[in-house]
């Protein structure tokens, strides 16, 4: 079965320090691999996704993910955190079989809250 | 372009009353999808639709059902209302043209409070 773990619950950054957000997956095949981000009240908001081609993807507000396939990791990263930053992060994979399929379902993550102090 | 839409934005019911969320999905955008958001079971998918077709559902009782309209705008509707149903439901859509490899976006969500 598909899934998608985000190990930390909570991640604590400074501002202007780098932050990684970690991301682990489980698809038979090749992943579709998104990132979602979600302030309070609000619905989700795209960051990126990896779907083939460059293991490093640039997406919104600065954010980059590497993709590891040998890690079956996608973690989402940004080289200097703002305090506008802190919010849920998702992870999520559709996997590219149902896709194909006639699938449009996405599998997310427990999500990560990432605090950014000043 | 505006994004997806979401009405109403908060709901209050009591238990076995039944309830309709609305979702208006980005303009040319023909797929819509539902999740389900809760503090213990996270993010759940609900159902894609398509075409006005039902293309895929996930593991949810029957109490829970959705359509689609000929303007690709969607309604869901969940019956005979449980305390475990108060979530925020999202609705997101995407272009869902043949061989891509869509982004789904994502509405403000509706804060469903069951009583």
């Known amino acids: 079965a598909q899934s998608v773990a985000q190990p930390e619950d909570q991640v604590n950054v400074a501002e202007g320090n780098p932050l990684t957000v970690k991301c682990t997956y489980s698809v038979s095949g090749n992943p579709y691999l998104f990132w979602y981000v979600q302030y309070p009240n609000r619905g989700l908001q795209f960051l990126l996704k990896?779907?083939?081609?460059?293991?490093l993807v640039k997406g919104s507000y600065g954010f980059e993910a590497e993709f590891n396939k040998s890690q079956t990791s996608f973690h989402l990263k940004k080289p200097s955190a703002l305090v506008s930053d802190s919010a849920l992060y998702f992870c999520?994979?559709?996997?590219?079989?149902?896709?194909?399929?006639?699938?449009?379902?996405?599998?997310f993550g427990a999500g990560t809250r990432l605090a950014v102090h000043p | 372009k505006a994004g997806v839409t979401q009405t109403p934005r908060y709901l209050i019911k009591t238990r076995g009353q039944q309830v309709t969320l609305s979702c208006s999905p980005i303009?040319?955008?023909?797929?819509v999808s539902w999740y389900q958001q809760t503090p213990g079971q996270g993010l759940q998918f609900l159902f894609e639709y398509f075409s006005e077709t039902q293309r895929n559902k996930g593991n949810f009782p029957g109490r829970f059902s959705g359509r689609q309209f000929s303007n690709s705008r969607s309604e869901m509707n969940v019956s005979t209302l449980e305390l475990g149903d108060s979530a925020l439901y999202l609705c997101a859509s995407s272009p869902r043209t043949s061989g891509s490899t869509d982004t789904q976006y994502f509405g403000p969500g509706t804060r469903l409070t069951v009583l």
């Open positions: 990896y779907i083939t081609g460059d293991n």
């Open positions: 999520a994979v559709r996997d590219p079989f149902m896709f194909s399929g006639g699938y449009n379902k996405l599998i």
């Open positions: 303009s040319g955008h023909r797929s």
